[in-house]
Nanobody, 123 residues
Framework: HVQLVESGGGSVQAGGSLRLSCTAPGSIYRTNCMAWFRQAPGRDPERVATIDPVGNTNYADSLKGRFTISRDIANNTLHLYMTSLKPDDTAIYYC??????????????????WGQGTQVTVS
């Protein structure tokens, strides 16, 4: 079982920025798709951003230009940097991973390792 632990959530005013972090064993980044998901109250989960085993990234269309996913393999950390935050970005954000090739990273069923989530509130 792969343990993922998120941190960095909190409350921020609209227009502000936050950086979320997720610690995971460094070895998984070369063999796993990694992603950030979010779920707002009353809404379906949404895949926010993905990064594949070779470092290619992809984003939900509505978030391109505001959110950036990155990984620091040396420090076993996945990041999500969020800028120009809006109240609609309020949600619990989850780090996820799944052992698969790049072709599978934009498929939600790929992800079978999940963190506990971190709350982001934008007011």
């Amino acid at each position: 079982h792969v343990q993922l632990v998120e941190s960095g959530g909190g409350s921020v005013q609209a227009g502000g920025s936050l950086r979320l972090s997720c610690t995971a064993p460094g070895s998984i980044y070369r063999t796993n798709c990694m992603a950030w998901f979010r779920q707002a109250p009353g809404r379906d989960p949404e895949r926010v951003a993905t990064i594949d085993p070779v470092g290619n990234t992809n984003y939900a269309d509505s978030l391109k230009g505001r959110f950036t996913i990155s990984r620091d393999i040396a420090n076993n950390t996945l990041h999500l940097y969020m800028t120009s935050l809006k109240p609609d970005d309020t949600a619990i954000y989850y780090c996820a991973g799944g052992r698969a090739g790049s072709w599978a990273c934009d498929t939600n069923s790929t992800y079978n390792h999940w963190g506990q989530g971190t709350q982001v509130t934008v007011s």
